[in-house]
């Protein structure tokens, strides 16, 4: 599965190199979208999920399904 970064990378001088700074996968990034509709959605809609998605675990292990599923697809 590839999980780039979610933003451009920012190069930085710090004296004696220079450094990359890749900030939050784009998973992460996903998994937080995801997280974030589910959270202002109504929380009963929760069992209308396809059963890939349904969990026994927490919202956030359901938005990180959901965030592989998309970078699955993004692989199509």
Partial sequence: MNNPPAFPTTMHNYGDGKYASHGMTL???FAAKAMQGLLAGNL?????????????????DI?????????????A
């Fill in 44 to 60: 009963s809609t929760l069992q209308g999920l396809d059963k890939s998605f349904q969990s026994d675990g927490s919202i956030s």
């Fill in 27 to 29: 998973r992460d990034y």
């Fill in 63 to 75: 938005a990180y399904k959901m965030a592989n599923a998309m970078l699955k697809a993004r692989e």
